[in-house]
């Protein structure tokens, strides 16, 4: 489960939810940028979400229900790994994008990780492997929950967060230009979750610099750093 939000409105404000059961995380403040790392048994500690100090953020939602499609192949490239480059600055958005576009791509054997990528600039990058990308220049809003974009709800799944897609853009819709980090937190908070519990609830503000951040939806106690 998670919750990613894209807004360009006066400034561009991104939004993440990071929905996680059973993984170990935590989380890295440097003048690189601020990762939530997951503890992975071989490889340690992963940075697979966050924000970097070139004004990137990289939010990997799980699909529900899996598509077998998004299973390794051979010569597909991992989203993992896409995703891991592109917060370590080791590639842009659009060389993401044309390696996305132009090759296979995978996931794990059995889960579906989406990539909810956006740049500096505000363009927002979804893929979804074995189905496809999609591309989004500077949009109003956008958002990924853990629904496939290519499929809807034509296939159910208890976690695939119709229902906090649905939360989310009709709040984006009834709020101002004026578009807040205050603004992005209430929804975060409003589509935030207890069952597959919201550990973590990320906010980047590009134009102030400035990445803010809850844990366990302590929405009282919040952090900060700026770049």
């Not at 499609?69 to 989203?79: E, I, Y």
């Not at 842009?92 to 044309?98: H, K, N, P, V, Y």
């Not at 709800?153 to 101002?176: C, F, I, Q, V």
Request: charged share 20%; with cysteine; glycine share 6%.
């Amino acid at each position: 489960m998670c919750t990613s939000i894209v807004v360009n409105r006066k400034k561009t404000v991104i939004g993440w939810n990071l929905d996680l059961l059973d993984f170990e995380h935590r989380i890295t403040s440097s003048d690189k940028g601020v990762f939530i790392e997951v503890l992975d048994s071989k490889e340690g500690w992963m940075p697979l979400f966050g924000a970097n100090s070139r004004g990137d953020f990289v939010g990997m939602p799980t699909c529900w229900p899996h598509d077998s499609r998004s299973d390794p192949s051979d010569g597909a490239v991992n989203v993992i790994e896409l995703d891991i480059d592109f917060l370590l600055q080791k590639k842009t958005l659009q060389e993401i994008r044309s390696e996305a576009e132009n090759n296979p791509v995978c996931s794990v054997p059995g889960l579906t990780f989406m990539s909810a990528l956006s740049d500096r600039y505000g363009n927002v990058l979804h893929i979804v492997p074995g189905q496809g990308t999609l591309y989004y220049e500077h949009p109003d809003h956008s958002i990924l929950t853990n629904f496939s974009p290519f499929k809807q709800d034509a296939e159910k799944h208890p976690w695939m967060g119709w229902d906090r897609y649905h939360t989310a853009e009709a709040m984006l819709n009834s709020m101002s230009n004026e578009f807040s980090v205050q603004d992005c937190f209430s929804i975060l908070r409003a589509v935030s979750q207890e069952v597959c519990p919201t550990v973590v609830s990320m906010v980047y503000d590009l134009n102030e610099k400035t990445v803010y951040w809850v844990e366990n939806r302590n929405w009282n106690s919040i952090s900060k750093a700026v770049f």
